[in-house]
């Protein structure tokens, strides 16, 4: 194929100028970035050739070699991974890999620009650092087993590339760079040493680089000495295993550029979990907790799961099984010693050591976050702010954790500020002595569960009520039950026994016998709900709506709807509860003992109903009888 000249694909120029001119104060980074490419690379070869060895066209040795052209100018990272075919370049390197455009520029926009390098690595724009210090770039590749086929790339960052169909002998990759004027510091030999041994050092795979060293040469007898210049190759980083190295040789760059090598965030992690576990099952084990959320997190697609090693020897990035699926936003390592070389991923599955690894793992993590939730509660609750959705899907499927899982949920409550949070230890510990219940409400926003009138009773017993905002909430209650022998109670369910005293339960006996009649005839006349009855949980409105204990309350429910699950749940029968003590009630009860037959009794006690519909967040069946119930009380009343 001849010479063609593509376009980016949309957006990627102006992304491109964002990254170039917001990294330009940590530029270096472009080499991090194409060493860690190389280094894939190689990965993949690696693995590929494992069942196809004819990949390899002979050629084994891994290798990623930098080369200085000082006269024109230019970098070249070259390796001798899979490299990349036509389509694979076109793909790759012309558009954003994830298809996260869109969503990255909206982010970036949001961002201080000081925040900014760290988005730019988890939307998989490592390449494109190159763009920092080259004003051109040629990329030469060809992909193994492709024969002497290759592609060369160029561009200049600026709206287009050009791809054409080359010759090229070598499988692998050369990645050449013409430096600007401002980088040809890049050029230099002690630069660059000290760039590969700050990011890159514990890169598997040898980087080397050819060095010129003069060495004096003692003359033979009789002959004086001379000086000679070789040009020999170095291997400029130490290639040792981060996770391998005992934790008192690393410092805190060495873990966070291995984080960073193998994460694609550009940011620190919040934090680092290295041990050696040694007894029933032996491994090595480097975790990282991320400090924030990547921007695909919550795509079923995205790849997660840590990389396996067993001896050192790379098994397979995102390995699932590892970890249970809720602690999916941990990256990492485990160098396992006891699994078989060749374990595949459907062998893994069945290995019983598998499981223990798991077990180990999630225990060590469980702990790490209960350590910093207890010691480091402001970078606790950033952490759980960007992974405490998916953190809580444990208490469902994790029954063994359970209440380990308990103890690391927060929630913002009726006693907390907005953005604050309690956990349940907490709120234990802060229960007045005649609190029994753990109370909880769930519902869109803090601001609507604020003014909901299901809080009133709680309220002025002095008791909080915890606020659930987010759908999973609904099954984290029902997975949980209770807490520290405290039931969780909806305080938009059930009886609310809990608020009641004795005499309060007296009281409120005696005028349920005095209104039998008239709350047998609304139960009679309101056929949507499955019984009436008298409140204490109301203080200041008139009616609520509540449903049964152990059923799904009315703000998931009506989720469900708007997504169209109608039909895969059974609505759950709402009870209408109504307050004796406010005066429409009273005035109902008043007009009702002195004509049972009123027409206007029905229709009094519908719009109770309604009203109460609307609190909880519901909407009316039938919105049209609603407004003329309303209207003709209007009219009564003005006329
Ligand atoms: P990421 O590495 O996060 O995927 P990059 O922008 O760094 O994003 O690279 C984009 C893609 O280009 C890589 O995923 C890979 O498919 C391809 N690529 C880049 N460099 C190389 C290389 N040296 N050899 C083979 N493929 C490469
Ligand atoms: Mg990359």
Known sequence: MSMETLPFKTEMTKMMDIIVNSLYSNREIFLRELISNASDAIDKIRFDSITDPDLLEGESGWKIKLIVDKDAGTLTVRDNGIGMDRDAVVENLGTVARSGTRE???????????????????????????FMVADKVTVLSRMAGDKAKGVRWESSGEGEFQVETVEKERRG?????????????????????????????????????????????????????????????????????????????????????FYKHISRDFGDPAKVIHYVAEGVVEFKALLYLPRQRPFDFLNPERKNGLNLYIRRVFIMDDCTDLLPSYLRFVQGVVDAADLPLNVSRELLQQNPLVDKIQSNLTAKILSTLKAMKDGEKDKYIEFYKNFGLVLKEGVHTDWTNKEKLADLLLFESAKTEAGDFVSLAEYVE??????????????????????????????????????????????????????????????????????????????????????????????????????????????????????????????????????????????????????????????????????????????????????????????????????RRMNDLLVRDLT
């Open 173 to 257: 990759t050369d990645v050449v760079l013409h430096l600007k004027e401002d980088a040809k510091d890049f050029l230099d030999e002690w630069k660059l040493r000290t760039v590969v041994r700050n990011y890159s050092d514990f890169i598997e795979h040898p980087v080397v680089m050819d060095v010129m060293r003069t060495e004096k040469i003692e003359g033979a007898e009789g002959e004086e000495a001379r000086e000679e210049t070789r040009v020999t190759e170095e291997t400029l980083n130490s290639r040792q295993a981060v996770w391998l190295r005992s934790k008192s040789e690393l410092s805190e760059q060495d873990y966070n550029e």
């Open 104 to 130: 990255f520029l909206e982010k970036l926009q949001q961002t201080k620009a000081e925040d900014r390098p760290e988005l730019i690595g988890q939307f998989g724009l490592g390449f494109y650092a190159s």
């Open 430 to 627: 802060a229960m007045p002595e005649d609190q029994k219940e753990i109370y909880f409400l769930l519902g869109e926003s803090r601001k609507l569960l604020e003014a909901s009138p299901y809080l009133e009773g709680v309220r002025k017993k002095g008791y909080d009520v915890l606020f659930m905002t987010e759908p999973i909430d609904e099954w984290v209650v029902q997975g949980l039950m209770e807490y520290k022998g405290k039931r969780l109670v909806g305080v938009d369910k059930g009886e609310l026994e809990g608020l009641e005293g004795e005499t309060e339960k007296e009281q409120k006996e005696k005028k349920t016998e005095e209104m039998k009649d008239l709350l047998g005839f609304l139960k009679e006349k309101i056929a949507e709900v499955e019984d009436v009855r008298l409140s204490s949980r109301l203080t200041d409105s008139a009616s609520c709506l509540v449903s049964k204990e152990g059923r799904m309350g009315a703000y998931v429910e009506n989720i469900l709807k708007k997504i169209g699950s109608e039909g895969e749940f059974e609505e759950s029968p709402r009870i209408l509860e109504l307050n004796p003590d406010h005066p429409v009630v009273a005035a109902l009860r008043g007009r009702y003992e002195a004509d049972p037959k009123d027409a206007r009794l029905e229709d009094y006690g519908r719009l109770l109903y309604e009203q109460a519909v609307l609190a909880e967040g519901s909407k009316l069946k039938d919105p049209v009888g609603f407004a």
